[in-house]
């Protein structure tokens, strides 16, 4: 008896002992960024604050006021905007096929939708100048369709900046929809069906309400890698869209105002962690309903 | 656009637009890339598609133009060395986050899964600050630091959830019968979680392969990466030498893609 219980305690002390220093574990992950990414974006913030002059915030001060600056900021916003929306707007009818039409394919279809991720953001970008090249085989169909009669400049503006960036982004948008309407029970629609609702009055008042998630969870998502982004507006629009991270890509070099770059910076941070609080938000909310 | 969304639902018309719309959407997900595969193999001087006549001459360029060469290699190695620190930062932590349910625990678990979500330029930017200003300044180091910040998030997130989706009783049992913590985690945990681990490191080497805001500060003469040499290349002449080291990495990240496959299978990959 005594040795059972003897024993018993061992296997308890043996369970137990590594729980009360496990939080070890954690020490050198936290550390590690702490040091090398905490700290230097807190001194990034510090850095984009004015010591010299009497007005701290002289730096934001430009950035929003200055026209230059402010087209630029504002630039960013809509950029971002619009590529959520069009990416949306492409992105949801697929996700819809892929879950009610696809069958056998949707796991295919899956990994097709993933699969771009395995090359670079410059070949797929590289891969546009092709496509749209005065010669190229874009003009050359529209041309044989006769749409028109001698090439058009499709490159270096905001169209072409648009279709890079919806192509990089927008399979993140479909699969963030995908499980969503996966969980959408389809006897709901049957039910609306059946009691009279049309076609398109169902898919608008109860498919589309029920992926509502999926659809924030995308927006958000795409929302802010848009907002990252800037190979496509470098190497698509030729100067015709300049947004915060282009600028700061840029000018990095060249400008001396080390202060202003940083300001910069941390706009672009502040609208990315704004994004994280609204998907914290809602998420959190979702789990005080059930 | 709004038509189709007005008419795909009713009907066999509505899903014969809806397949063919699908259809498209992937054609224009694969053409930019076809497009470059083709334009490799080119015999002629110039970038343009449709082209007459195939060869390898881009990729002897290739072989021949010693930057391309020696950021791949650079490259190649700085993915797979901040992958293995992110992999021994990541899993212990995954591991203690994996049991605490506690506030605390929410907080640091959305910390470390931070990085991933803010602006890699951001990121790169203070960094070079900071690391200048501790002496570390541009160079290998400073790469191996800034992609490992990325690395720890992909491997913190796939492991977390691995190791969620585990059931705590395994564990416990090993401990039972007698296993020391040790043990258990070398027998029971380990290879329970090992699917999150392996694909979290790919998702971490293959952002890290084509991460150029990261690199872009951090970038001296002799040692930089491949996008940031694809990226000057490209700002400087307009040939198809792009479109064959293009194709070379992509070939390389469907090595890796076939080999994680090989290993462990695709599922772990689409667990979050």
């Known amino acids: 008896m005594q040795i059972a219980l003897a024993h018993s305690d061992t296997i308890k002390r043996r369970a137990a002992m590594p729980r009360s220093r496990r939080w070890l574990l954690i020490v050198p992950a936290l550390a590690f960024l702490i040091i090398f990414f905490a700290l230097p974006l807190f001194q990034n913030a510090v850095r984009g604050l004015d010591q010299q002059s009497g007005n701290l915030f002289s730096n934001y001060a430009t950035l929003l006021t200055d026209d230059y600056y402010l087209k630029v900021v504002v630039e960013t916003l809509v950029v971002s905007f619009n590529t959520t929306v069009l990416t949306l707007l492409i992105g949801y009818p697929v996700a819809y096929y892929m879950v009610r039409r696809a069958g056998r394919m949707a796991l295919p279809m899956l990994f097709l939708l993933v699969a771009p991720l395995l090359t670079s953001i410059i070949m797929r970008t590289f891969g546009w100048r092709v496509l749209f090249a005065r010669r190229g085989i874009v003009n050359e169909f529209l041309d044989w369709i006769g749409l028109i009669d001698r090439p058009i400049n499709l490159l270096n503006g905001p169209f072409s900046v648009y279709v890079g960036q919806v192509h990089i982004l927008v399979p993140f948008m479909v699969l963030s929809i995908i499980p969503v309407l996966r969980a959408v029970d389809t006897r709901l629609e049957e039910s609306a069906r059946v009691l009279g609702a049309g076609a398109l009055s169902t898919f608008f008042r109860v498919t589309l309400p029920l992926s509502k998630d999926g659809i924030v969870t995308g927006v958000i998502l795409v929302f802010m890698l848009s907002t990252g982004s800037f190979i496509t507006q470098l190497l698509l629009g030729n100067g015709s869209i300049v947004t915060l991270p282009l600028l700061i890509f840029q000018q990095f070099s060249l400008t001396q105002n080390i202060g202003l770059a940083s300001a910069m910076g941390n706009v672009l941070l502040i609208i990315v962690l704004t994004c994280l609080f609204i998907q914290l938000r809602l998420t959190d909310d979702k789990r005080g309903a059930r | ?272």
């Open chain 2, 1 to 272: 656009m709004s038509t189709l969304l007005l008419r795909w639902h009713p009907g066999r018309w509505g899903w014969h637009l809806l397949t063919l719309y699908t259809a498209l959407f992937f054609v224009f997900v694969f053409a930019p890339i076809a497009v470059v595969v083709a334009v490799s193999f080119t015999a002629e001087q110039g970038v343009q598609f449709p082209f007459h006549g195939t060869s390898l001459q881009w990729y002897v360029r290739l072989w021949e133009y010693k930057p391309f060469v020696d950021s791949l290699l650079t490259s190649l190695y700085l993915a797979i060395a901040s992958a293995a620190a992110a992999i021994l930062l990541a899993v212990p932590a995954a591991l203690y986050l994996g049991r605490s349910t506690g506030a605390v625990a929410t907080v640091i678990a959305s910390f470390l899964l931070a990085p991933i979500a803010i602006p890699a330029l951001v990121v790169g930017m203070s960094l070079l600050y900071f690391l200048s200003a501790i002496g570390i300044g541009v160079s290998f180091t400073a790469l191996f630091i800034t992609h490992t910040i990325v690395s720890i998030s992909y491997v913190m997130r796939t492991t977390l959830s691995v190791y969620r989706s585990v059931s705590q009783s395994l564990g416990e049992a090993a401990a039972v019968l007698g296993a020391s913590s040790w043990r258990t985690f070398i027998h029971v945990t380990l290879p329970l979680i090992a699917p999150g681990i392996f694909a979290g490191s790919l998702f971490a080497i293959l952002v890290s392969l084509d991460n150029l805001a990261l690199s872009y500060f951090f970038g001296t003469a002799n040692v930089t990466t491949l996008p940031v040499v694809m990226l000057s290349y490209l700002q400087n002449q307009f040939d198809p030498a792009i479109a064959a080291i293009s194709t070379v990495q992509m070939a390389i990240s469907i090595a890796l893609l076939l080999i994680v496959e090989k290993t462990y299978g695709l599922r772990a990959l689409t667990t979050q």
